[in-house]
Every structure is written in structure tokens, then in C-alpha cells.
């Protein structure tokens, strides 16, 4: 199947005069989808049972004359007034108490059951009428579950689930008390209902008692898109199902959220992603108009890992937003580059947000394929220019030697105590994922527990909780010859959010062979020195110091400077072919450097790529990005095929190329 | 009539023996006007409907006998505990949906019925007993309306009155439907109760629903200030009415506000106004102990535009402020600065904040005439110093040939969606009207539907909303050979906070001839350069291209960086003897040049000031200003007549001479 | 009596067969005391009326066996979740007027009659059952009062007895009326019911509103404690009642709090003291791995003067903390220093928080004695080697000859109205204090109405409350040949927290001669300069004028720069033996100056320390101590004699040696 382009497209947000003309258009740029409708439904239902369709058949008969293939939304990110008048126990509560109104999107609660009786209403109306129009070829789920913090409400009904859940979880009261610990702070449940929600506490709540309530908030979510998805299917058959998820999100698990989909989408605005991000300030100046290439082809691979195939891009920046504190315009040539990286890592649709950019409401600042005045934007030319060339490339995806591994609830337990203020676990797993990708390596990045055979690498860059089970099944493939690389607060808790009796790094302790005797929060200006590979390297933030426990394990690091001196800093066991590597430092240089080593002990090459330069695999073809302002010239010999471009790569330019066997 | 002097006074503040000997030192101060009562209600009434007027009977009586005139005011920004007892629905509340409580002031809701009652009642009663005493001059209302964000109250009353306010204005919703797009995110509304406050959603509220609550507040604060006016004029006759506005006040509408009143007075507190603002770091400090000269004259220039004639400093600062950060002593010479300065832009009277410091209570570290103690502050010896002088001064205003245009509901537009962190409607307002006073040139500010009749030069630095009507009130006076000049965000918005459909600058563009392609939102650190006047001049924070509409529009300037390479950044199109100029970027040297090119087409003079010297004319006088540390030399012929001072101006000194006819 | 080490356990958090082991390692590393049960409620009663002592009986007798002496607490900073459910009315609200609930600790209302009630009967019972038990020596009531901002509550239950509070203060309202100055914004009561508390008003409540509010909120602190002690001695003769305070705590008077305990207590966290304090950025990171020695001493010598006697330190870190934003690792020898610097300032035991790292709940990430895996953590080496050196110390407490006066509603009235946002009243005794520290002069922090005889030097840096009685107070020391020093805001205020009617420094100014002219609270970046002792010094942040009222005194230093050219900032009278100073002025070169003139004005002497390091005198012993990474060798004679080291001192070392007599 050819990788192909989409866009997302309001036809009631314009006159039918205004919208005529746009099918047409569309058919001629090059796209094949159109996204509709997941905002309409007070359009759909003006009042209570009273349904208009007339717009949205026409915009799908309009579409189909044109050869167009149609996404359908269920519109449940946004209920009518009407329903919140009728229902005001449907609104969500925030964190400190306050009922979230009617009167912008996302006013529900996962935990409302009117609301899924409503949502199930409109959306089965909606599969029956359209669930097999020949023009509609897949749906997706509401928008952007989680979006505004919505993930997590604390109102009543969601209180009263959680006491359900966890009763189901623990069956015995004691059992709560004692994963939660809850004679620390004399927290001792004798009733489930006497439990609350850990908001609005005198101080911070207990940190079991902050994991399970996450955890059942992102059960409330799977569970409310499993009930969207099911009535979908039972009306729509051989439609695809997905859902829209958004970048470097972190309020519920996506390896649930996903399981029951047909494929994964993801949200793509890489400035505004920048922006929002951690990054160093300078960072965020040279890659203003572009995003930095690492941070968006993480999400890439994050989405492709969650069922490890390929993804769609479901919103495509291709203009400036408007939801950042500062909103760029993209570099000349960045929406270009940015569907080719997204095709390059694996996706097979990247669909444009959106058509024509809104003149009224929240978004009236955002840019769209269209200007507001209905002329071609300057992401329009790119579109147009790129889209004949898309045919020449190819949808297999490769297999990766290095893996990384992630997982939800270890993001969840490391941000809810971060004991540094500057860390989080993505910015962990950045300094990972971006030193490998500066050296060429492609990477999958997938659950801990999913099936790694293959995997010559495996990277837990920040596995914080670890469970005997876990540990069993990483061993199983370090004692088939993979080479696996531990960062720091690997295995600082339990799954039930608990510091491990043996000490960190927990079940891991026995694979690693190491375990954690001091850990070190240093604040800016504090730093440290280890001696490590004959060189020494700087490291900051954090410092662990290890202790080797068993014969084998071996140092290959240690700190040069108090409180830490001549304590060891890394390790490295060799486990039959394999082995299994410790790294207790942040700084960029050493994590280079270790990685440089597990690479080399993995059997695996990589190279050294000029600043801004980026390589992907797909297809048996090669994508050489260049990021920069600058020309780029690719060192590639003479008989190098080209699929796109040419060995000298114009700034923002991307240049592709069949790969050596 | 001469420019005179006043002071604000508390005689229930202090014992009678305390107060009996201040009415003489006023006199001997050469002050004219003593206002009072602003504070008094809980005093003239302290429990309902038991009266206590002998202080103030005395008060007004002492004052008489020296000759002083008394400024009376309404005591409503106060209601006494009885009556929050009594009513506690007349309480405002906060964004947040909390209570504001009784303990400061300003504690009530301008949408309460209960309010606006209790307010006619003791207006009524204090109109009646001191409207036609000899010593009452004149009446203020109320205080600093809107000061703590009291504009906006989100009770329910304000609701109620909000959905009638629409109804009133939309008719039928449909119209208010689509004049909000609110087919955006399912927003539509079938009915008018249905609406609620924009506080309180999920996340940011339709911009739309905003500017249209930001105007209903606004009419209510128009409305009870005109309840008030209609009692005083009722039972006062021959007096005055007047109300204190704030500094670069932006949460109603001082057009609408100012209408009924009989002049305009404002509070002027240079100082922590300047701390306040957004300048940088190094102007705070270098005039952390005068405030800038250009923020105060604006603000002037604001105020006496409002009506277009002589205005009063109702409080002017003369020490000290409490309400800053930091509460630097002024220089030695400010207050003389700040008086003549508010004389030279139009102030008939200058009235002190406030003759004693107060020693108790909220503002017990603020300064006065008098210290704590009683005994005359620094300030006093400058007011004693300049009194003889202000008879030499004439109060008839001059004509200026500039104007800058400015309007609040675009102010409401531009704040409520920056687009842009560190933008802002007065930064970018600031920008153009400090170039013109560096420039020595006297502007007047005026509502950009004013009667422009005169101007040779008029300036639209953010007409962020512009409908049809003033598009041709604008063409008229460029027909009649005016040059206008707008800036950036120009006819973004129409009047129902709407993109207009032809893109912007919307009805501005058959004016200006062009329409804006894209605009660049660009954050700290990134910035553009562009070629225009055969120089490159740099541009930050925020571009625009432009492209040329009609024939005889030309280019001023290009960029001559990516993204924007080689598009136009400002344009110019002659009209008649006029033109009209679009500038697409910010940058001080950018803007300056341009308005110099401007002032050159417009045929008028300007001149290259020294740093910190500014010049204002007034009745024939022109008032030179050191706002510097050091001496400053005119260059003025020998034959110049001084009124005061002479060429060489002593640190934050003033010289007043004959202008050249 | 010997110097003594002890540690806070909780055999509740951790299995009976893991704990066993606990008591004879305690035994082994020198400990002699152990805090039991502050946090145990819910494990001594989990139903209302149902109770399990086993575990308790048990660790109990198991230390006892070790020879161990037990400290056991009142259980009531945590309610269990039962009674909460029971009674929600004992539930705390916060000054945004929400409930705080249920879930971390610290979750009651001091207010709260039936939480007197129900704590009364928890401790009744624990009295009866262990006060007269021959292990237990001891009780702690409660634990840290007032911890996360819990001393104010701003509920009805506050509400009504801050009512009653008042009447019983003021006797007629009228009194209050004036004591607050109520005339300001018409704030005048006529019945105690209708006043509120000073939360969520619409802007700044009055100062003397929350100064009485202030006063209540630490008088039920003072009362609730003083009920827990009653019920402690009634059931447990000849045991020791104390409660362990926080640092740097300011928000209840801990000479009221202090009064009925039998000796003081504290809980001393140097690193995250330090973290969280206004330190500049350097000095953060200089003293990140020790927190800097005066931050510490100073809190040391705080409680100390409480009852001016020896005390505890309940809570000594001895590791990493876990609730700073950044958590480093303690220097090595940090523990020892730490423990010598508190013995040095008169702790009589230090007891170190806790023995093992808890493993579940809020601090998982908080070191201890033992780590999470049971294994010995660093500190607790030092301890082992420490502990039998101790026996060397001497209990004996030595006089001072110079003392800093410090009082609780002082803070209160300088903190809630700064005048300049990077004042703190904590920041003006800093200056004062660390000056005489880097000249190694020992301090006693006493109240100023204290007695103060022997003291040769009185410095009162920040008395901003001052009242006739006080005057007269200090006036006596100074004609008995006291050499008494004021800083800046000296008697800004009178008792009911209003300005006094002769201006600043109010009751103070017969003594010192002077009244306050002006006072400039300049910006970061403005400075100023002044005259003294034939220097030119900067000033900063804060200058006062100063007007001299009496013959004999005189300047010590003029201002050098405009606004206050010429104008006096110190001043000095020679009364009898003694004089009296005032500094109306910040920074630090010149606060040194004077105070060495101060010094020697009284016939004192003092020396120049090396950087880092720090001398301290008790019981005829110098403990010179050694704050920075590289060795100090002290130039002492050769006869010197050592108890503990020598004088050459290890990076953070301790040298301990006879004083000269």
C-alpha cells in the first residue's frame, strides 16, 4: 500500500458555498482522507433527539465524488450544552475541588455513567447511519483523550469507583494497608468507603495511594474507549477503529489504551512541542521553526512500539499553532520534512491540521492548509510539491537491533516523587534516545514485558518499577545474548509503589548484579567527576554509587570527587553472549560513551553524524534529514541510488536513498 | 482660570485636636481643592440609618474658612459590615468562583440590585445635605473603579444579567451562534439561560464569549457610575461630577466610562507604575525614583483625550508609594517634575495624594504631605517652592497635528490571545508613542471614531478590531490628505471577535491596500532582519508579510531572512495628499525610522532630543523636562523669555518658556 | 550529666521479626535514647475504642532490655481515618477556604472542640498505660506544630472563637475600632459577630486585623499543647514533657509554646534548610552537601534562649532529606559536624531522624540511620566513631556577654508587610548574626522583654514592635552600661500594629536619641552610598533617614548620594557606661563595621575567622569547626590542649581543645 496524506476538514464550521470548492482542491493536492465531524455533535443534535444530517451527508457524497476516503469521529470530546444542563453531574472536577463547566471541550467524566449511556447513544446513532457508507473507511474515537488534564477527575462518582476498584484489586482491606504502607503516617483503612481521593490532602498524599489512583483513572479511560470502539464495530464492519493520541502524553497507559485499536494515531506539532518541552533555551531558539528532530521521532517510535506496527499521523502541523507561549512560523521546507521523518518511522497516513484555518473561536490563531481568507497557505505548496513523489516509497517497516524499553506506571512513580525538581523520566529517557539517534541507530521503543526476541540491545533507561516477573523476563533474553543497559532508579520501587526490601534496583538486582547504596540529588551547580573508559567525564543531576554483589560484575566507572569518592558509578556483568550494564550517572558524554561500549559488546556499528543530520530505515530506503539552516553533503559513494533528492541536501531538505544490503 | 493645587484629606481618620490645625497649612501651601469622604460610609452612617455628619459638617466648615474648596465624594467603594451582613449577595466573585469577602474595600458586584439601591440611598442623603453648600465644588464618585480586578464579578447575578445582555443584543441566538462560531466545539446554544459566565471551563473560553462578557462588564460599571452622576446632578446643581481613574487601566471602557462626567481626573503614581510595567530590568532602574517620563505622559494624553479637555490629577503622588515591590523614595524634585509635566499635557489641577500619612490600617507605609509624626515631608518643601509659580502658567490647550488611536475592545482582543507571551496591547501602544516623544512631537490619544478633523499625522499603532464604519471614517481622512499609519495585529479581528473572512487587516485592507499573508510569532532569541530605507534594521517578537492589493501601493521594507525571505514587511500607499502606511514588524529603530518617514509625508518637523529631556507644549509655553541625573543645557536662542527656570535645567528640573510662535 | 545520642524509630512500619534485631545494633552504635509512636494512632487504636498495645508493650520492653531509654509521643498530629469520618468538622480549611482532608497528617483544626475532646482521651489513655513504665523517660507531644502552614485555620469553628478571643481582648468594640485604625475603608464594627476572618478579601486585609488573628491562631496552639501537657503530668510523674519545633518556624510564639514544656526541642535538617532559604544562588551550591553553619547555629541559639537552658535536637538528619527541591548527599563528616555543632550550642542529646529508611508512603525517599534494606548507611559510621568520644563533653552551659533579641509578633508585623519583596525579617537577624559569627562571637537569642543582665551587648536588629514597657526595659540595661544596637524598622510599629504617633522609632526614640525621616526600599540594581568611620560603603535594599532629637548624640555616617544626600543613617549616644546605637541601613560591610565598633564600645573583643570556619564555647571547651572541603590549620600555642582532634582540621572536621580561661 502506498503511504499516503489526509487532512482534517469542519465542513460546519463554513458555509456549504464557502465548503463547495474544497473536495476538489483536496483531490488535486494529493490527499487521499478527509477527518471529520469529532467536534459536531451539538451540530448533529441541536436539541435533545432532534438530529440535522443533511450537512454531513452532503460533505461525505461531496467527498466521495472525488474519490476521497472519509475518518469519522464520535463527537463525545464535546457535549452540548443541552446534555450539561440536563446532566450537570456529567462535569469533571479538578484537583482542587472546582466542577470544570460547560463552555470550552472535554467537560466530562470518565466516571459518569449517564455520560456513557449518552455517549452510547449518539455514537451507535452515528455507526448505524454511516457505519457502512462505502465512502467512510474507519472512525475515530473522541479527540485527544486526556487533553486540559482530563484524565483525572475528583468528583463523587469518580471517588466512589476507585473504592470499588480498589476493593477489586485487594479483596482484603489489609491488603491495601499493607502495600500502602499506611501505618506511616497512621493511614489505616478499616472500610473501602473511607477511603478518599488523594487530592486537597494537608500535604502530599501517600505515593501507592497517588499510583493506584492513577492507575484506575487510566482504566476509566481504556474502559470508555473499549465501549466507544465496541458499538463501532458491531455497526460498522471492516472499518478500522483508532484513536488520536497526543504527544509526550503521560495521564493514562497507551499499551492499554491501544490494545483494543486497529492501529495507533498520534498528534504531531513539533515547535509547539519545543517549546512546551524542557529543553535548554538555546535548543529552543535553533530549532524554533523545525522542533527538535529527537523529540518528535520519540513520539514516532513510542506510537509504532505501542502495537508495533505501522501508525498514522492523525494531526500533521503545517503552519504555525497557536497553543504555545510563542507560535513560529515552520521553516520553509519543515512540512515537508516533518511527513517524510513521520513516514520514515513508520507512518502510513500523515493527515494535515487542518483544511482551512478556523476565523472564530479558541483556534482563530491557528494556521491550516488554507489561509483564513481561503488561499493556499505556504504549507500548501510544500503538500502539493511532495505529494507526487510519495508513491516511490515503500510501507515495510524494518526490524530494529536496539530497543528501548518504557512503560506507563514507571513514568507515573518517578514525576510523582521526583526528588530533583529539574528531572523526569522523559527527560531520562531523551538522553538515551537522543544519543543514539545521533549516532545513526534506529530504535523501537516498546513495553518491558512485550516479546524482545530480536533485540541484539535492550535500554531500560528509566525502569523505576520492577517486578520479580519482570526481571525473569528480562533475563530470559540476556541469557540468550542480548546486551541490556540500566539508567538510574531502575527498580526504585515495587509495583506497589514500595522501595524493595533488598534495597534498588530490586528484582533487577539479581540480573544486574549490582545494588544501590546511596543516590545523590544534586542541584544546578553541583556536579561530579567519574573516571570511566580511561577519560574523565562530568556528571550531574543525579549519582548513584553501586555495590557489586556477585563474581563477574565489574566496574566500569567510578567517582573521583566526594561524597561518592572511589565509589563505583557503572557496572557491567557479562551473562553468557550478553551482558548486562548499570549506569548510575546523568551527563550526556558518559551515557554517550556507555552506549558507544553496549553497542560494541552488542555486536552492533553505528557512526557519527554531522550535527542536525538525521537517518531513518523503512523500507529498504534510507531518509537523510538535514534540520539545519545549512547545505548538508551525505559522504555516500558514487553509485548510491536515489529515491528523492540527491546527495547534497538543501537546508531543511530531505534526501532518500536505497540502503546497502 | 489658573492651574491650581489640592490634596486628599481624611478628617476622620485623625482626632479633631489633630486635624484643626491642617486647614491653615493647606492654605499657606498654597493648595486650592481638599477632597474627602471617599472612605467615610461606616463613619457617616454607622449602623443603618443612624447617621453621625458632625465631622464632616466641621470639616467642610474649617476648610470654608480658609478659603479652601471642597471635592465631596460618594463613599460606595466602601459598603459598611452592616449592610455585607444585611446583603452578602451584594459580594463580587472571583475568576475562580470564590466569595470576595468584607476586610478591604471594594467589596460589591456591580450586578447587584441590593447594591445599586443602598448606593442611591446614601448618595441621596449626602447629595441632599452638602449639594448646595457654598464650600462643595464639585463630587466624585465612588473610587478607582475596577482597581483589584473588581470589573469582572462571576456571581450569579452577573449571569442573570449577562444572558439578558445578550438577548438584548443578539435577538434571536442564532445570530449570537454564529457571531461566536460556536459550531467550533459544539458550543451552540438554543438557549439564552443556557449561557453561562467564561470562568471555570476546561480550558480557555471562546474569545468571542470573552470580548462580549468583557463588554457587558464594562456597560455595568457605565451604568452604576451614571446612577450616581444622575443623583449628584439632581440634588447638587452647578457642581461637578468627576470619577479617579487608574493608570493604564484596561477592564472597562473609559470612552463610555467618561461620557457623562464633567471632566475626567485620574491617579497618578509614576513610580510603581513604572516597577509595575513590563519594561526592562535596566529602565526600571535607572528611573526606578521619577517612573519613565513617557509612561506618565502617556497616560495623560489618554486621560485628556477622553473627552478631548483639561483634566484634574485627582491623586498625585508626593513621596513614597506602598502598593510596589520595591517603594523607592522619590528624587529630590519629582513631585515639582510630575506636577508641571501633568500641567504641561493638560492638567487644570493637581491634587495630592494624600496630606498626612495614615498610621494605621492597610496603607500605613504610605507617604503624604505630612509624615506620621505631623511634620512636613520632603514633598511639601517642593509643593511650597512651586505653588507661587502656577500663576504664570496658562491653561488653554493646544492643537496637536498627531494622534494616536486607541480603543479598548481592541485592547481586549489583543490581551485576551497574545499569540505572543511578552506582547501586549500598551507595549506595542508604548512602542510607537515613545518613538514620537523622543521625538519631541505632542500627540493627542483619541477613539479611533473621534472627529480626526486637523490631524496631519494619524497613528493606529493596534487596531486589533475594525468593522466596515471605521474603515470609511478612516478613508475619509486620508482622503482629505491625512497619513495614516498602522502596526501590527491591524483589523485582525472583526467586531464580533471574529478572523474577517478576507483575512486580515480586514475592512482596514481596502485602505491600506494590502493584506497580511502570515505572521510570525517569534519567541525570545529569535529575530529577523530586514532591508527597508537602504538599511537593515533587526526585528523581533513579531512579523507580518504583506501582500500588495492594488496598483500605487509600494514597498517599504522586505525581510531578508527565512521564513519570510523577500516578502514585504511594510508598505505605504499615497492617497490624495495622504497615505496610508502599514508597518508588519516590531523594533524600536524600525518603528522610528518608519514614523519619521511619516511625520516627513504628513509635512511636519520633529527633532533629535537628549536622552531623557522631553518637551511639552501648552498655551504657549513649552515645558522642558530633565528626567536625568545631570544638568541638561537648551539650546535655545539668547532671546528666549523663561517663565520659569532657565537653559540650563538642574537634575529633574523643569524650564518653562515662551514658545516660538 | 553526659552529652547523648539518641534516634526516632517506628517498630509499627517494619514486621516484629526485622525489628528485633533493631535495639542491641542501637545499643552497640551508643545510642541512649529512642522516640516512639508520634505518627501510631491508627495502629494503637484502629476502631474507636478498640486498641492493640502489643507491639508497643513489646518494643518497649525490647529496648528496655538494651538499656534503652524511651521517649514516647502523643499520637494526635494524625487523627485515623475513623474519627475523621465521625467528625469532618475537625478538619482544617486553608486560607483559600477549602478543607483540607484526610490522606497525609496534620489534618485538625486547633480550634476544633471535639478534636480537644478526642485528643484528650487518645493521651489519657497512653499516659495511664506508659507513664509511669521505668524505660520511659519521657514525652514529645504531638510532632512539629504548625507544620505545612497548619497553625491558621480559617474555619467557622476559628471563626467563632477568634470572636470571642477579641471581646475577651478589647472588652468594647470600640476599643478595637480604634486599635485597628478602622475609620481607613470603612471597616468600623459595632458587634464582634460580624467580624471575619482576614482571608479572601478583595484586596490586603488591614495589618492590625491580621496581626490579632496572628496572636489568636498561636494562643490555641499554645493552649492545645498546654492541655496535652497537663494530662502528661497528671498521669506521668517525673517525666519530661517537651515538644520538638521546627527551624526557622515563625508562625506561633515559641516563648508562649515553650513556657510549659520542661526543656526545648527542635528538628535540624541543615541541607534542605539551606535549599529552601533566600541564600544566594553561590551559596547554595558552596554549602549544598552541609548547609551553611550560621543558618544552623543561629536556630541552635534560637532555642536555646527559649528557656535559656540546654536542649534537644528531637530530629537530626543524618543523610539526605527527601522534601527540598534538591536532595544531595551530606558531605562526609557532615553527621559529626553537625552533631558536635549542636552539643557546642547547647543540645544536651541530639537524636537522629530516624533509624531505618522507610520503605513505603511520603518519605520513601528519606534516608536514616539504617537503609532501606537494613544494611548501615554512612552516617550511621559516623555516629559509631563519634559516640564514644562524647563521654569527653561537658553539660555546662557558659554565659555570654552579647545577646540578640528576638520576638515573634516583631516577625509577624515586618513579614506581612515588607515594603520590599526580598526583605525578611529572618534576613535582617541573619545580617546581624553571621557578622558576629565570622567573628567568632558567641550569641544568646533571647526575648526582649527577658532578663538581660550580663549581657554587655544588646542588639536588637529588627525590633519592629516596640511599646513603652520595652523602652523602659531596654533604657534600664543601657543606664546600667549596656551597649544596645537597632536596625533598620525599630519601632516602626506600636503594639496594635499601627504606626506610633511620633513616628519611628516610636517608644525607642528617647532611648536612642533619633527619629526616623524617611525610609527607601530600593530595587535590586539601585543602590546607595554612605559616610562612616572615614570609609565610603554601599548600601542596599533599605536606607532610613535619621533626625537627631538630643543633645549627645551624634553621627556615625551620612549618606553620600541623593534622595537622602547628606542625611544621617547611623547614629550613637553614650549613656553613662553604655550607648546606644542605630543603623538605618543594609548591607553587609557596614552592619560589620559597626558592630565591631559596637564590640568595642562594650570592652569586648573578637577575632577575624578564616572562611568556613567556626568556633563555638561550652563548658570551658572551643569546638572549632570546619565548613568548607579543604584542611584548616588553627594557629593555636603548642600548649593547647585537645579533647578531641588537633589543629590541623580534615575538610568538615571538628578540633575540640581547652579554652583559655
Given at each position: 500500500m502506498p503511504l499516503q496524506l489526509g487532512v482534517c476538514d469542519y465542513?460546519?464550521?463554513?458555509?456549504a458555498e464557502e465548503w463547495n470548492v474544497f473536495p476538489q482542491q483536496m483531490r488535486e493536492m494529493g490527499l487521499s482522507y478527509v477527518r471529520l465531524g469529532e467536534f459536531a455533535w451539538s451540530t448533529l443534535e441541536?436539541?435533545?433527539g432532534k438530529f440535522d444530517f443533511t450537512w454531513l451527508d452532503n460533505a461525505i457524497t461531496a467527498l466521495q465524488a472525488q474519490k476521497l476516503q472519509v475518518v469519522l469521529c464520535?463527537?463525545?470530546?464535546t457535549p452540548p450544552a443541552w446534555l450539561v444542563e440536563a446532566h450537570p453531574e456529567i462535569l469533571p472536577v479538578d484537583i482542587h475541588g472546582n466542577t470544570r463547566v460547560f463552555g470550552?471541550?472535554?467537560?466530562?467524566?470518565?466516571?459518569s455513567d449517564v455520560y456513557w449511556q449518552e455517549s452510547a447513544r449518539i455514537i451507535e446513532i452515528l455507526a448505524k447511519r454511516y457505519?457502512?457508507?462505502?465512502?467512510?473507511?474507519g472512525w475515530q474515537t473522541?479527540?485527544?483523550?486526556?487533553?486540559?488534564?482530563?484524565?483525572r477527575s475528583y468528583s463523587l462518582a469518580a471517588k466512589t469507583k476507585f473504592q470499588a476498584w480498589l476493593e477489586q484489586k485487594y479483596q482484603r482491606i489489609e491488603m491495601l494497608n499493607t502495600a500502602w504502607g499506611n501505618t506511616f503516617w497512621s493511614q489505616?483503612?478499616?472500610?473501602?468507603?473511607?477511603i478518599g481521593l488523594?487530592?486537597?490532602?494537608?500535604?502530599?498524599?501517600n505515593p501507592s495511594h497517588l499510583l493506584d489512583f492513577y492507575r484506575f483513572s487510566s482504566d476509566q479511560v481504556v474502559a470508555y474507549d473499549k465501549m466507544q470502539c465496541e458499538i463501532l464495530r458491531q455497526h460498522s464492519p471492516n472499518r478500522f477503529v483508532t484513536h488520536n493520541f497526543m504527544l509526550f502524553?503521560?495521564?493514562?497507559d497507551l499499551y492499554k489504551a491501544s490494545a483494543h485499536l486497529d492501529f495507533v494515531s498520534w498528534d504531531n506539532y513539533p515547535t509547539g512541542m519545543l517549546e512546551l518541552s524542557g529543553a535548554f533555551e538555546q535548543t529552543k531558539i535553533d530549532f524554533?521553526?523545525?522542533?527538535h528532530p529527537d523529540y518528535v521521532s520519540f513520539n514516532h517510535d513510542l506510537f509504532r512500539g505501542l502495537k508495533n506496527k505501522p501508525f498514522w499521523v492523525m494531526e500533521q502541523q503545517c503552519g504555525h499553532v497557536n497553543w504555545s507561549p510563542y507560535n513560529p512560523l515552520p521553516a520553509p521546507g519543515a512540512v515537508r520534512l516533518w511527513t517524510l521523518q513521520a513516514m520514515s518511522h513508520g507512518a502510513n497516513v500523515v493527515t494535515y491540521f487542518r483544511w482551512q484555518a478556523a476565523r472564530?473561536?479558541?483556534?482563530?490563531y491557528h494556521s491550516g492548509l488554507?489561509?483564513?481568507?481561503?488561499r493556499f497557505d505556504r504549507g500548501a505548496y510544500e503538500v502539493m510539491r511532495l505529494?507526487?513523489?510519495?508513491?516511490?516509497?515503500?510501507d515495510a517497516l524494518e526490524a530494529k537491533k536496539v530497543c528501548l524499553l518504557h512503560d506507563y506506571e514507571s513514568m507515573w512513580a518517578y514525576d510523582m516523587?521526583?526528588?530533583?525538581?529539574?528531572?523526569s523520566y522523559w527527560a531520562q529517557m531523551l538522553m538515551y534516545y537522543s544519543s543514539l539517534r545521533q549516532m545513526g541507530v534506529d530504535v523501537d521503543i516498546v513495553?518491558?514485558?512485550?516479546?524482545?526476541?530480536?533485540?541484539?540491545l535492550i535500554i531500560?533507561?528509566?525502569?523505576m518499577i520492577a517486578s520479580d516477573e519482570l526481571a525473569d523476563h528480562l533475563e530470559h533474553y540476556a541469557q540468550q545474548g542480548a546486551t541490556i543497559v540500566f539508567g538510574t532508579r531502575?527498580?526504585?520501587?515495587?509495583?506497589?509503589?514500595a522501595v524493595p526490601a533488598q534495597g534498588?534496583?530490586?528484582?533487577?538486582s539479581r540480573l544486574v548484579g549490582i545494588t544501590i547504596k546511596n543516590f545523590d540529588s544534586m542541584r544546578p551547580g553541583l556536579n561530579s567527576r567519574i573516571e570511566a573508559f580511561d577519560q574523565s567525564f562530568q556528571t550531574h543531576t543525579w549519582n548513584e554509587s553501586l555495590e557489586l554483589l556477585v563474581n563477574g560484575v565489574r566496574s566500569l566507572g567510578m567517582y573521583h570527587?566526594?561524597?561518592?569518592?572511589?565509589?563505583?558509578?557503572i557496572s557491567y556483568r557479562a551473562i553468557n553472549d550478553g551482558g548486562a550494564m548499570y549506569i548510575g550517572v546523568w551527563g550526556d558524554a558518559i551515557i554517550r560513551r556507555c552506549l558507544e561500549y553496549a553497542l560494541f559488546r552488542a555486536g552492533l556499528t553505528y557512526e557519527e553524524l554531522e550535527p542536525g543530520l538525521r537517518l531513518t530505515r523503512r523500507g529498504g530506503l534510507v531518509y537523510a534529514q538535514n534540520w539545519t539552516r545549512g547545505g548538508i553533503s551525505l559522504p555516500l559513494p558514487p553509485e548510491t541510488q536515489f529515491?528523492?533528492?540527491?546527495?547534497?541536501?538543501?537546508?531543511f531538505g530531505v534526501a532518500v536513498y536505497k540502503d546497502k544490503p
Amino acid at each position: 500500500m502506498p503511504l499516503q496524506l489526509g487532512v482534517c476538514d469542519y465542513p460546519e464550521q463554513v458555509s456549504a458555498e464557502e465548503w463547495n470548492v474544497f473536495p476538489q482542491q483536496m483531490r488535486e493536492m494529493g490527499l487521499s482522507y478527509v477527518r471529520l465531524g469529532e467536534f459536531a455533535w451539538s451540530t448533529l443534535e441541536p436539541e435533545p433527539g432532534k438530529f440535522d444530517f443533511t450537512w454531513l451527508d452532503n460533505a461525505i457524497t461531496a467527498l466521495q465524488a472525488q474519490k476521497l476516503q472519509v475518518v469519522l469521529c464520535t463527537p463525545t470530546a464535546t457535549p452540548p450544552a443541552w446534555l450539561v444542563e440536563a446532566h450537570p453531574e456529567i462535569l469533571p472536577v479538578d484537583i482542587h475541588g472546582n466542577t470544570r463547566v460547560f463552555g470550552s471541550r472535554r467537560h466530562y467524566d470518565f466516571s459518569s455513567d449517564v455520560y456513557w449511556q449518552e455517549s452510547a447513544r449518539i455514537i451507535e446513532i452515528l455507526a448505524k447511519r454511516y457505519g457502512q457508507h462505502p465512502a467512510v473507511v474507519g472512525w475515530q474515537t473522541d479527540n485527544e483523550y486526556g487533553c486540559h488534564d482530563t484524565t483525572r477527575s475528583y468528583s463523587l462518582a469518580a471517588k466512589t469507583k476507585f473504592q470499588a476498584w480498589l476493593e477489586q484489586k485487594y479483596q482484603r482491606i489489609e491488603m491495601l494497608n499493607t502495600a500502602w504502607g499506611n501505618t506511616f503516617w497512621s493511614q489505616t483503612y478499616t472500610h473501602w468507603q473511607r477511603i478518599g481521593l488523594p487530592n486537597q490532602t494537608v500535604t502530599e498524599a501517600n505515593p501507592s495511594h497517588l499510583l493506584d489512583f492513577y492507575r484506575f483513572s487510566s482504566d476509566q479511560v481504556v474502559a470508555y474507549d473499549k465501549m466507544q470502539c465496541e458499538i463501532l464495530r458491531q455497526h460498522s464492519p471492516n472499518r478500522f477503529v483508532t484513536h488520536n493520541f497526543m504527544l509526550f502524553f503521560a495521564d493514562f497507559d497507551l499499551y492499554k489504551a491501544s490494545a483494543h485499536l486497529d492501529f495507533v494515531s498520534w498528534d504531531n506539532y513539533p515547535t509547539g512541542m519545543l517549546e512546551l518541552s524542557g529543553a535548554f533555551e538555546q535548543t529552543k531558539i535553533d530549532f524554533a521553526r523545525t522542533g527538535h528532530p529527537d523529540y518528535v521521532s520519540f513520539n514516532h517510535d513510542l506510537f509504532r512500539g505501542l502495537k508495533n506496527k505501522p501508525f498514522w499521523v492523525m494531526e500533521q502541523q503545517c503552519g504555525h499553532v497557536n497553543w504555545s507561549p510563542y507560535n513560529p512560523l515552520p521553516a520553509p521546507g519543515a512540512v515537508r520534512l516533518w511527513t517524510l521523518q513521520a513516514m520514515s518511522h513508520g507512518a502510513n497516513v500523515v493527515t494535515y491540521f487542518r483544511w482551512q484555518a478556523a476565523r472564530a473561536a479558541q483556534e482563530n490563531y491557528h494556521s491550516g492548509l488554507l489561509r483564513h481568507n481561503g488561499r493556499f497557505d505556504r504549507g500548501a505548496y510544500e503538500v502539493m510539491r511532495l505529494s507526487p513523489h510519495l508513491k516511490k516509497l515503500s510501507d515495510a517497516l524494518e526490524a530494529k537491533k536496539v530497543c528501548l524499553l518504557h512503560d506507563y506506571e514507571s513514568m507515573w512513580a518517578y514525576d510523582m516523587q521526583k526528588h530533583h525538581k529539574n528531572t523526569s523520566y522523559w527527560a531520562q529517557m531523551l538522553m538515551y534516545y537522543s544519543s543514539l539517534r545521533q549516532m545513526g541507530v534506529d530504535v523501537d521503543i516498546v513495553h518491558p514485558m512485550s516479546d524482545l526476541t530480536g533485540y541484539q540491545l535492550i535500554i531500560a533507561p528509566a525502569l523505576m518499577i520492577a517486578s520479580d516477573e519482570l526481571a525473569d523476563h528480562l533475563e530470559h533474553y540476556a541469557q540468550q545474548g542480548a546486551t541490556i543497559v540500566f539508567g538510574t532508579r531502575t527498580g526504585f520501587r515495587t509495583p506497589s509503589g514500595a522501595v524493595p526490601a533488598q534495597g534498588a534496583p530490586g528484582a533487577i538486582s539479581r540480573l544486574v548484579g549490582i545494588t544501590i547504596k546511596n543516590f545523590d540529588s544534586m542541584r544546578p551547580g553541583l556536579n561530579s567527576r567519574i573516571e570511566a573508559f580511561d577519560q574523565s567525564f562530568q556528571t550531574h543531576t543525579w549519582n548513584e554509587s553501586l555495590e557489586l554483589l556477585v563474581n563477574g560484575v565489574r566496574s566500569l566507572g567510578m567517582y573521583h570527587d566526594d561524597p561518592l569518592y572511589s565509589e563505583i558509578a557503572i557496572s557491567y556483568r557479562a551473562i553468557n553472549d550478553g551482558g548486562a550494564m548499570y549506569i548510575g550517572v546523568w551527563g550526556d558524554a558518559i551515557i554517550r560513551r556507555c552506549l558507544e561500549y553496549a553497542l560494541f559488546r552488542a555486536g552492533l556499528t553505528y557512526e557519527e553524524l554531522e550535527p542536525g543530520l538525521r537517518l531513518t530505515r523503512r523500507g529498504g530506503l534510507v531518509y537523510a534529514q538535514n534540520w539545519t539552516r545549512g547545505g548538508i553533503s551525505l559522504p555516500l559513494p558514487p553509485e548510491t541510488q536515489f529515491v528523492y533528492g540527491d546527495s547534497l541536501i538543501e537546508p531543511f531538505g530531505v534526501a532518500v536513498y536505497k540502503d546497502k544490503p
